[in-house]
């Protein structure tokens, strides 16, 4: 049993946040994966709950009229790596998600919860980073709509004001069209376990495939929220397809990046790793666009 | 707090149930204490272990972390649903049984649960899904390998592939 | 004939469908929830404790601290035979509630109440006022003058210091011509993790009171409860169910003495002390870690001219299992390559972290990882095949020890390494990948290990076995060591029906064991279970069958001699002629008119022997320089347990070893802070257990050379597996890439270390 004061079940956006309204304490679980475990270990004791974790109309994934891709807060990973849209249009964000955890925790914890707690260890949050998502927020003034990097305001803290939820994170289509990427969780085992560092990058290619358009890179666990490697991302946009770019690229993360010596990793392991996955990551973002980079 | 509870009404193993539940309570609880399904068991209660795993709706999920109110108009099998109308045991527990996947047997009710939800995809997984959709559990005796075989095996012979069951 | 055969195990029915109880199945819901407050110091003085907030929530039965001892009564844990020699006695260190914290989780008060929330509340609301004292993580940190003292009868905070001299090292080591090599290794604190964590139950009936726990030493808490209640050990029941696993941490006394002394607080009501997970690494054991020194001195040849080891084990807090973990690896030392001259130092130290006590190798995974990590060294330093350089030193057949009386009566070790190698592809793997360059690199390695089974001469070794004939021919067997996983039933049930002579699902193993009922025995640990119950089993089944041959002479006028039990049936075996069945035999002497007799047989078998039980392991790793990561390919362990009472348990429990060794190998490890000494990564998120997508597929292999001094052949199997695992692994990343890494695991983090030490990046 968890320790709870009270437990409210919202059936609609709206009564969720009518209920935060009235419980301005409350705490919001969704998928409960998070703010369950916290409960238990005394953190979030005691507290009132509000439960959106029955509220179906912000699951599931769908096209909106422009062509972005509006995923629902409460979709759970595993559901978004089965997705067909997902799939297709941005199938690395389903992958990432996939890394979450082991399957049991994939089926509960939901996108919107996997953001909001504003670790920077989230799967799907560097991803996210770097596909220039942008964050829907609904609340009593209405709905509003952020850069996710604006969304993540320090570790743990996301910005959500008083009465407002994430319901949905869409992908612009401008942010997809043509491009491919690919996530690298470094973790300490292959499953149930947490990012050591997690590293996603994205490249448009030319019509060629020998010029990188454009490239984004964003890490999770380099900084206190998940964060862009923009010095990088400079180095290599415009640049030809090839190994040179690719290293001058990944050196140039450790200009960005700020990662912090701790008993999971330190900070000197975490800037070595964090170099090799940004390679690795472009050079199979590059291979998954049709580009080749010569060994 | 003042107590709060909640009629939750599912179908638990088949049967449609309903019981005034503390709204405090995970779904192990209820499932342990209100209605005496031991097969559930607590190895973390931060779904970290899987020994509490049952499936909901087709999908597995670890009790420990979801709140009892959720079970609302939910189907749930637990391990002990497993067994036909005569107690007759379903292949994939014979598998554990003939396998010697089951020592302590405190993981395997937890990993029966998510070979039903494997099996029941009634497709061939590589050996690298296989233990992908399995690795949301820890087992410290078998050292998953009779485990493995006990899944793959059975997997093998519900797509009549007999033959090449006997050689995993 | 059931002994040899993969027979199904006698409970994985009920297991598969669910219906096995354990502990906590048992519980009725009406208990009382026991939680404990641990210190959050890990070292000092409890100066008092505010319990006044706790007491006002509702739901909260009863608020015990460490001042509400009335009468100290300390007490040892370790789940050894009691020694009536009081110098041979275990260390009794320990108290129900301490205001003497010596590490950060140590006991200091418990609460009572109606439910685990209530509970959890009064927990945080109760505040304490400490002493602080400075505190000693590190093993040689603690033994230096003037570092902070655990214990006042412990000068340098060592606990014990053994040596082991054998020829003359110093007068060796001036051989002209000899090579020396030297090296430091280091295993870490890892836990048993058994999925299902420690629980018992108290409930009191009259003057007594009953414990129910997830044990693997029923009788052995029997009396230790007694000991720290200052009762009478006959007061005390203590009833084991099904349990989750134990690997040694549940060969220790845990919370059953607190949880009955709480329950004596609460009136006798029934009490649940059911140990979270954190706790669990936290506060029950862990397993020692050993920092190991080991010098040798090689001739040109390759024959060792002579041999140091330094071991320091740090025992945490309290003594627990104390020196008989790294006394057990310093033993082995000597035996393993046996070399003319060997110093052997071992020593065991208290430190301010949680509490070592046994686990799975008692010693030897430790002593392994040192052994064989150097032996790789040396073999290398010498240029030789490091194969052929173990073949050349490793004990030979024939070798006895002197204490033990061990023999060695097979060529065990080539054996093994042969199977093992033919399994793996050894010899072509391991020339294919000698020299390589490139990011991505491949390494095959060995590891040979040495085990003993049970603890004679060192320690009392005794079984008994109760065995009772039902109306209708089947049997109920009991004996003192106890099912916690591992098949011990299984074993049991086969190695009675080929006994009496009676199909084997006539024997009913009672599983459930109930010190009121069950005979006296120490419980499962070192590997003695099939072994040493094998004793009493064939003794007590002997004996019932003469009983029940003399009953069937009086039914049927046939000389004793001239009768055997065959398949359940009485025959006369000079013409094979069936006479009764023994159902009709065990019905006519329960209900005859003339002679009714229940048929039953008891006994206790003494063993005054012990069974080496070697093997080794041999494991293929591919190494992503970069990326700091080891990915094991493939692995085989090949054992000589004697004869395999059941091969299909026997692999599965090398499984589960190797499994083990695995995670110790590469990921597993308890993080204490520096700061204040508090475990860092206490839950199975943080803590690297290794999962399904860590592990190849496991081979296991055998050579069934029958043990002569063993009861039906057999020997130790159930901690072996878990001894060579880590350095065979370690040995291969060692061929893959030319660094040896010598602090385990061989996890990213040490790998970073060592290859940016080594000038790899």
Redesign the interface.
Known sequence: MYDMKALYEAESVQHAIQLLIEHPEAQIIAGGSDVLVQMREGKRAGKELISIYMIDEMRGISYEEDGAIRIGSLTSFSHITKDPIIKEHINVLGEAVDMVGGPQIRNIGTIGGNTCNGVTSADSASTLHAWDAVVEITGPEGVRRIPIHEFYIKAGVVDLKPGEIQTAIIIPKKSYEGYKGHYIKYAMRNAMDIATTGCSVNVKLSEDKKTIEDVRIAYGVAGPVPMRAPSAEETAKGKPVSKETVKVFAKAVLEDINPRDSWRASKAFRQHIAVVLAERALKESIRLAGGEVDE | MSNQYKLVSCIINGKKVEKMVDVRASLTDMLRDDYRLTSVKKGCEVGECGACNVIIDGECFNSCIYLAVWAEGKEILTLEGLAGPNGEISDIQQAFIDEAAVQCGFCSPGFIMSAVEILEAKREFSDDEIRKLLSGHLCRCTGYENIFRAVKKTMLRRLGKDAEADLV | MYVGKKV??V????????????T??LCD?GAYIAQILHSTIAHGKVVSIYTSEAEKIPGVIKVLTCFDLEEKHYFPTAGHPWSTDPSHQDVADRLLLTDEVKFYGDDIAAVVAE???AA??AL?AIKVEYEEYPFVLDVQEAMKDGAPQLHKDYPNNILKHTTINKGNYAEAIKEPGLTKVEGWYETPVVQ??????FICTAEMEGDRITITASTQIPHIVRRVVGQALGIDWGRVRIIKP????G?GNKQDVLYEPLCAWLCMQVGGHLVKL?V??EDTFVSNRTRHSIRSHIISWVRPDGTFAARKLEAFSDQGAYASHGHSIVAKGAGAFPQLYPCDNVEVDAYTVFTNKSVAGAMRGYGIPQAMWAVESHTEEVAAKMGMDPIEFRRQNLMPVGYTDPFSKNEMYYDTFNQCLDKAMAEIDYERKYKEYQNQTGDIRRGIGVSVFWYNTAVWPISLETSSCRMVLNQDGSLQVQVGETE????ADTAYAQMAADVIGVPMDKVHVVSCQDTDVTPFGTGAYASRQTYTAGFSIRQTGLLLKERILEYAHELTRMPSYNLDIIDGEIVRVTDNRVMMTLGELATEALYSLTNSKHLTAESTAQIKSNAYSFGCTIAEVEVDI???KVKLLDIVNAHDAGKLINP??A???V??????G?GYGL?EKL?F?EKTGRA??N????Y????????P??KAVFVENEEPTSAFGTKALGEPPACSVAPAIRNAVYQATGVGVNEAPV???NL?KRF?EEGL?
């Open positions: 199904t195990r409970d994985a029915y009920d297991k598969a469908i669910g219906r096995t109880k354990y906590d199945d819901k439910d685990e929330v959890a509340q945080r048993h993790c058994h999925i299902e964590n099904y349990i989750g696993g690997f059911d979270p997970r916690i996983g591992q098949g970069p990326m700091c299909a348990l692999e599965a429990q499984h589960g070893g190797m499994s083990m695995i990921s993080i802070d860092l990564n839950n199975l998120l943080d690297k257990l290794s999962t399904f997508m860590d592990h597929r496991l996890n990213p983090h970073f940016v990046f």
